[in-house]
């Protein structure tokens, strides 16, 4: 165990919060999220503001905290955070990875320091800042912390963005997470990449491995191969140098492949698995690619299926029509701070939002970082958690005033 350093920064109440949360242990595959909502039931009252504990599943519960705007009628905000975080492997830590100690650096250690606790607590530091400043905003503002997102949200977002309790917020705008970046650029997504996972049978000719019989499963394998890794190499030469890149390609990769029964008899059946991840763009191209090759692989003796689908949803417009973007797009601008749009490669809890057609944007304001999502020594330096509060004062008080 290391020895704890006092660093300048760790007096502020900001950072004490951001701790404070992290230091709950709301880890998969059992999260305390009854420490989660008694601390942020105690954030609500120091802010004022009143808390609504949603239980649709016992031990399941979604926390908003709401600000009401001066105009309540209009459309709200919605500023969504999940509480859970992925599991860690402690040996592999340098600190404890609950306890957020900060080192001489200022970097906090600890898991959900970059997905996503720093994000939540910034949406909070902000609004703490601006209604103690007197400032009152047009919109009505939810800040919303859900289970579960780490496990594909069906007890969290899933359920939540469908019941009645939701609509009641009458949510007409979001931000949910991100991620970092190595340079001193901000990333903001406007849609997420789908996943589909393919299979494909391929039949053939069968016999004594002796032979040389034409038209079997193996030419048919290698037809296709040579397809999909083909067009994986292209994606892979779009990609120029940004780690966000890969949210605006398709990947494709062989993740498994079976078939025979022993090595003199030629496979009358070989299966392929391919994990593709579609961004919205390619959706109806990569679709039909996928049924013309295996037509020309083998016609009717090559069958495909999806085991998994999901749907392409509608990305957030991110041009004059969409008011939101301008609000957020402007703050950057008078900021003279680099934005980065994009897919992002991964799902969030967004895409529920974006499923029952509200426009969501993804950020979570980490330049000069490296990626640690779902790492060992996950780490968010205490000047940049800081510099983010700032930059969401400004944000969602310019969202949350859209006419
Ligand atoms: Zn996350």
Redesign the pocket.
Same mark, same amino acid.
């Given at each position: 165990m290391s020895k704890v350093y006092e660093h300048p920064l760790a007096n502020n109440q900001a950072i004490k919060n951001f701790q404070k949360y992290l230091q709950i242990k709301s880890v998969q595959p059992n999260p305390d999220y009854g420490s989660c909502v008694d601390f942020l039931t105690e954030q609500a009252k120091e802010l004022g503001l009143p808390i609504k504990i949603y239980e649709f599943v016992k031990g399941k519960p979604i926390v908003v905290i709401s600000w009401t705007g001066i105009n309540p009628d209009l459309p709200s905000i919605i500023l969504n955070g999940?509480m859970d975080v992925v599991p860690v492997v402690e040996s592999e830590w340098k600190y404890d990875p609950f306890a957020a100690e900060i080192d001489k650096n200022g970097n906090i250690y600890a898991r959900g320091a970059q997905?996503?606790k720093c994000v939540s607590i910034q949406y909070l530091e902000a609004i703490r800042y601006l209604k103690q400043n007197g400032v009152k905003l047009r919109r009505t503002v939810h800040i919303s912390f859900v289970p579960d @997102?780490e496990i594909f949200s069906a007890d969290g977002m899933a359920l939540f963005a469908k019941s009645q309790e939701f609509k009641d917020l009458n949510v007409g705008f979001g931000l949910d @997470?991100c991620g970092p970046t190595p340079n001193n650029e901000y990333v903001v997504t406007n849609g997420e990449r789908v996943s589909w996972t393919l299979e494909i049978v391929c039949h053939g000719n069968t016999g004594h491995g002796l032979m040389l019989i034409p038209n079997t499963a193996a030419e048919k394998v290698q037809y296709l191969l040579n397809k999909f890794l083909g067009y994986r190499e292209e994606s892979r030469k779009k990609m120029k140098h940004h780690l966000y890149d890969l949210g605006n390609v398709t990947s494709v990769n062989l993740t498994n492949i079976e078939g025979g029964v022993q090595s003199n008899v030629i496979p009358s059946k070989i299966t392929m698995l391919f994990d593709c991840r579609v961004t919205p763009n390619d959706a109806v191209i990569f679709d039909a690619l996928v049924k013309q090759w295996c037509q020309e692989a083998g016609g009717d003796s090559v069958t495909y299926k999806y085991i998994c689908k999901d749907p392409v949803l509608p990305v957030t417009k991110t041009d004059d029509s969409n008011p939101f973007w301008k609000a957020f797009e402007n703050i950057f601008k008078k900021r003279n701070n680099k934005l980065f749009v994009g897919i992002l490669p991964g799902a969030?809890d967004a895409r529920f939002l974006r499923e029952i057609g509200i426009p969501v944007l993804g950020m979570s304001p980490m330049p000069e970082t490296p990626f640690l999502l779902h790492n060992h020594n996950e780490f968010l330096n205490a000047q940049t958690f800081l510099d983010g509060i700032e930059i969401y004062k400004e944000l969602i008080s310019a969202i949350a005033n859209v006419e």
């Open positions: 999940h997905d996503m @997102e @997470e969030s």
